[in-house]
């Protein structure tokens, strides 16, 4: 059975390692810090396999270089990255096998542009790691990519499973449902999911993975077709928003001044 620890880093970063019941070494997902998997690893004795990458940001990389300098292993992240450390490039359908796992790769820029998603169902649970695109009750800011292909990716996300895990790779859980409750103060799931990651927060403990089908009931940004959200998002620009693309953008720009 595939185990997916988290490590926490820097303020709120998550580095998420990857582990099996019946093989031996160990994956991480975006290690910005080195010191942080090396101790994890040390800790159990684990040799490091593989590195996968999200997006070139270097809060997901900076750790890259002294992992592969002490273990010599394969790099997987997007094609055509800023990162000049990624070994094997990888773009929409390729294929990655981690374990007895195979993960398919989806491009989802907005984030960057760059920005790639891995996703299986080889797991008792589907599994999606997100990196900055979905957070649980967010998506990440635009710091490339445009609200059309945020938008896009966000139903690319919806299409999943909905018990599918989403593993994102910040603690933004309690602000992002600050947020939430601002856009839909009605919305009970919302509420629901406030008490239950404040609760977890208090005692030190993550607030992921999230699922796919508690994004749909408290995501602003995966909610952009229900008229709740486009009457809020009308009521910040005070302008009408009827389509999506339009909530999506006003909500996001509201998200950014929140």
Request: net charge negative.
């Given at each position: 059975m595939l185990h997916i620890q988290p490590l926490p880093a820097f303020n709120d970063n998550y580095i998420w390692k990857l582990s099996h019941d019946?093989?031996?070494?160990?994956?991480?997902?975006?290690?910005?810090?080195?010191?942080?998997?090396?101790?994890?690893?040390?800790?159990?004795?684990?040799?490091?396999?593989?590195?996968?990458?999200?997006?070139?940001?270097y809060d997901h990389t900076d750790g890259v270089a002294r992992l592969v300098e002490t273990y010599d292993v394969p790099v997987y992240g997007p094609k055509e990255s800023p990162f000049a450390g990624i070994t094997h490039p990888l773009s929409s359908g390729d294929t990655l096998a981690v374990f007895d796992a195979t993960f398919t790769v989806?491009?989802?820029?907005?984030?960057?542009?760059?920005?790639?998603?891995?996703?299986?169902?080889?797991?008792?649970?589907?599994?999606?790691?997100?990196?900055?695109?979905?957070?649980?009750?967010?998506?990440?800011?635009?710091?490339?990519?445009?609200?059309?292909?945020?938008?896009?990716?966000?139903?690319?996300?919806?299409?999943?499973?909905?018990?599918?895990?989403?593993?994102?790779?910040?603690?933004?859980?309690?602000?992002?449902?600050?947020?939430?409750?601002?856009?839909?103060p009605n919305n009970?799931?919302?509420?629901?999911?406030?008490?239950r990651c404040t609760a977890l927060r208090e005692q030190d403990q993550p607030t992921?993975?999230?699922?796919?089908?508690?994004?749909?009931?408290?995501?602003?940004?995966?909610?952009?077709?229900?008229p709740d959200v486009q009457d809020a998002a009308s009521g910040y620009i005070s302008a009408p928003c009827t389509t999506q693309l339009e909530a999506f953008t006003a909500v996001r720009e509201w998200k950014n001044n929140f």
């Open positions: 019946e093989q031996v070494g160990a994956y991480v997902v975006d290690p910005g810090d080195a010191q942080v998997v090396l101790d994890a690893l040390t800790a159990t004795n684990t040799p490091l396999l593989g590195i996968l990458i999200t997006h070139h940001h989806q491009t989802v820029p907005g984030h960057t542009l760059d920005h790639i998603a891995y996703f299986t169902q080889d797991t008792s649970a589907p599994v999606v790691f997100s990196g900055d695109t979905l957070f649980l009750a967010g998506c990440g800011r635009l710091f490339e990519g445009s609200p059309a292909q945020m938008l896009e990716a966000m139903d690319w996300f919806k299409s999943l499973p909905d018990h599918t895990k989403v593993y994102c790779t910040h603690e933004y859980s309690l602000a992002n449902l600050a947020f939430a409750a601002a856009v839909e009970a799931a919302v509420k629901t999911a406030l008490q992921l993975p999230t699922s796919i089908a508690q994004e749909k009931t408290i995501n602003p940004f995966m909610r952009a077709d229900k």
